[in-house]
């Protein structure tokens, strides 16, 4: 704590005097109640504690992950209902994230299929939401048909141009928090889409935007895969010979490069992502990852996809680095 010093000349007077005389010239300042008395050898000091500063909220963030528009009337009506019920909330979030796969399916469709699916996005959120969105990109918007593969806009370029994405991978200050936006979605060897990864260029780039970050700042993350979560052991995961098989396509397979490189930095908070459609919490350490659901639930067929009813996070972030982040449900 800081502290202010008030100096008080020594008076000559019996022990009783000396006290009451203090008392008042404190009294007189306002500061007999905010201070600590120090004696010491021919002063008398006033120490003056000032408060720490109170925890508050930084921001509040909408989390909405695998929206899946369609043009189907579930679709339509679900997400228009999800972005109501964000903006009729009394405490109404500061801007919305979305966390990828935002249409449908990009991946194995043709080019004026994945323009028809943009189109409906926007033309959504341009009708029915008035708050700020920051995008993530996601697996299903990456226009993966191999037969287009000679177009310029084919894998993520397209998804790019749509959301107004510079670049697929990116970090904002805000509000006093780092938050960085990952690219989970690479290719696979064979040049199919996909696996879950940064990448060598990714994940440099990351290592130096963690480094330039001021240790005082706390990071939020966000990706559309998750890094890492229990989730996709409740999903269909098969199982051969006593042993899961989990696709490499579920979860961040450079997990463990990614959670080394988080721990050299305590001020990395809370990793948020969706993908898997289910909800999950998982600590490692000192750092929190959020698997946060899905807006589309069971791809709009059900409400309900396993145990996780269709959803999206609300996320508190306050000054002190802490955070708060609830799964709702719209329906």
């Not at 903006?87 to 994230?97: N, V």
């Not at 249409?103 to 299929?113: H, R």
Request: hydrophobic share 35%; aromatic share 10%.
């Amino acid at each position: 704590c800081c502290h202010n010093i008030v100096v008080i000349p020594c008076i000559e007077l019996c022990p009783n005097s000396l006290i009451m005389e203090r008392k008042n010239f404190l009294r007189s300042l306002g500061l007999l109640a905010a201070g600590t008395m120090v004696p010491l050898k021919g002063k008398s000091v006033v120490t003056i504690n000032e408060p720490l500063p109170t925890k508050q909220r930084s921001m509040r963030i909408a989390h909405l992950t695998d929206a899946h528009i369609a043009d189907n009337k579930n679709a339509r009506n679900g997400f228009i209902k999800c972005l109501h019920a964000i903006q009729q909330m009394e405490d109404t979030p500061d801007y919305i994230i979305n966390g990828g796969d935002a249409i449908e399916d990009a991946l194995y469709n043709t080019k004026s299929n994945v323009n028809k699916q943009w189109d409906l996005w926007h033309s959504i959120l341009k009708n029915e939401c008035s708050i700020k969105v920051n995008n993530t990109i996601g697996n299903h918007d990456i226009w993966g048909l191999y037969t287009e593969k000679k177009d310029f806009l084919y894998g993520k370029k397209f998804a790019q141009e749509k959301l107004q994405m510079e670049h697929t991978y990116y970090s904002v200050d805000q509000c006093g928090w780092h938050i960085i936006f990952l690219d989970s979605t690479q290719k696979k060897s064979n040049g199919m889409w996909y696996t879950a990864k940064l990448g060598e260029e990714q994940i440099d780039w990351l290592s130096r935007d963690l480094a330039a970050t001021p240790a005082n700042t706390p990071v939020l993350v966000v990706s559309h895969i998750p890094i890492l979560c229990a989730n996709i052991f409740l999903d269909n995961v098969k199982q051969r010979f006593g042993k899961f098989q989990i696709p490499g396509s579920w979860m961040h397979t450079d997990v463990q490069e990614i959670v080394t490189l988080f721990n050299q930095y305590p001020n990395v908070k809370l990793c948020i992502s969706g993908h898997i459609h289910l909800q999950d919490k998982v600590q490692y350490n000192n750092v929190m990852y959020c698997c946060n659901g899905a807006v589309s639930g069971d791809w709009w067929r059900n409400e309900y996809y396993h145990q996780t009813k269709a959803g999206y996070a609300i996320i508190d972030l306050f000054n002190d680095g802490t955070f708060e982040n609830n799964y709702m449900h719209y329906a």
